[in-house]
């Protein structure tokens, strides 16, 4: 993805998404809507945001000054965590308004906005590449070299020590989330587990705008803190009595793990070399992210066996083992400020780059 020109990415990737939605309205209309068309439709979509996705941020650097990283990560999280929340709240009462299929009419219109917004993006520097034309076959052995590249690059740097966090944090909430309505159950009712959910997402919102105002801590502390916080706060929901209290201790928790979220993107596009920016945020969303199926398989398993509420709060315990392993590894024990780290103090000099 490296290769390719950022905001054709962008713009292509936009233009995908809008199409395929808009098939299901146009299949509506035309009386020929089943369930297998949108099942075959939504994983399309969802598999072309997958490259949208370490694309906008790889893109960041390029049109932000090193400075206004956090900033800017903070706003891009904020603007993700915040839709997410809100259209996640209205989600039944839009459908009960304008009904499925004209939701889906406005959410092409979101992403032909998206297009035209793309496409007044102005990219310093040179974009284009002139590459000679190659086959099917030789660009899939290409894509194969170039993300074997990119795990090489990772797995030799810091960054394969960042993978603790996320990977750990990704893992707990799948094992939580797949407990979670249990939980709910034996705590209230439907809406406890609404609140919940709103709990979630409100916490990461809340952390990704007050992530400007953590820069100025040594990030290899302030991970350590953040992790033992939310740990702290999310054992303590379980155990208080109050429903209202619980919901809103769940909350907190989720606010340090918003706020290291965005300074550890913030830090990854400053320490990486921009060719390969997109590959690392690549590899790390797919590493990480693929801890969370593990995590609601095993959380599932465990639920089961032991009941939802221990679970649930058993989650807890993974956050904090991430906060023990920062402490323990030196690496990340002494990260200074994020934007005081040195590239080539973590396996991320020139060097590094030029024999991956």
């Given at each position: ?173 799948g094992a939580a989330m797949a407990v979670l309505p249990a ?126 509420v221990a679970t649930f709060g ?43």
């Open positions: 993805m490296d290769r390719w020109e950022l905001k054709k990415t962008l713009i292509v990737t936009q233009v995908i998404e809008l199409l395929f939605i808009l098939l299901i309205p146009v299949f509506y209309y035309a009386g020929i809507l089943n369930v297998t068309v949108v099942l075959v439709v939504m994983p399309i979509v969802a598999f072309a945001s997958q490259f949208s996705f370490p694309a906008e941020r790889a893109a960041l650097p390029s049109i932000l000054e090193p400075d206004e990283l956090v900033k800017g990560n903070s706003a891009f999280s904020f603007a993700y965590q915040g839709l997410d929340l809100v259209f996640s709240g209205l989600a039944g009462i839009l459908v009960a308004m304008f009904g499925a299929v004209t939701l889906y009419l406005i959410d092409s219109l979101t992403f032909a906005i998206a297009v035209l917004l793309f496409a007044t993006l102005q990219f310093p520097g040179k974009q284009k590449t002139h590459e000679p034309k190659m086959s099917v076959r030789e660009n899939v052995k290409k894509y194969g070299r170039d993300l074997k590249e990119g795990f090489r690059f990772v797995m030799g740097s810091i960054i394969a020590k960042f993978f603790i966090g996320a990977v750990g944090a990704n893992f707990t909430f939980y709910a159950d034996v705590r209230g009712d439907a809406s406890f587990y609404g609140y919940m959910m709103a709990a979630l997402s409100g916490g990461f919102l809340v952390g990704a705008l007050l992530s400007p105002y953590a820069e100025k801590f040594s990030f290899g502390k302030m991970g350590i803190a953040a992790y033992s916080l939310s740990a702290f706060s999310w054992v303590a929901s379980v155990f208080v009595p109050w429903n209202i209290l619980s919901i809103m201790l769940f909350g907190a928790a989720t606010i340090p793990i918003g706020v290291t979220e965005v300074l550890l993107a913030a830090v990854i596009q400053r320490i990486v070399p921009q060719r390969l920016l997109a590959r690392t945020f690549s590899v790390m969303t797919s590493v990480s992210t693929s801890a969370m199926p593990l995590g609601a398989l095993i959380g599932g398993a465990v639920g089961a066996k032991i009941g939802s058993a989650a807890a315990f993974g956050i904090l083992l991430v906060s023990v392993v920062w402490f323990l590894v030196k690496d990340l024990r002494e990260l200074p400020k994020s934007n005081e780290i040195d590239p080539g103090k973590y396996g991320l000099s020139e060097q590094n780059e030029a024999g991956v």
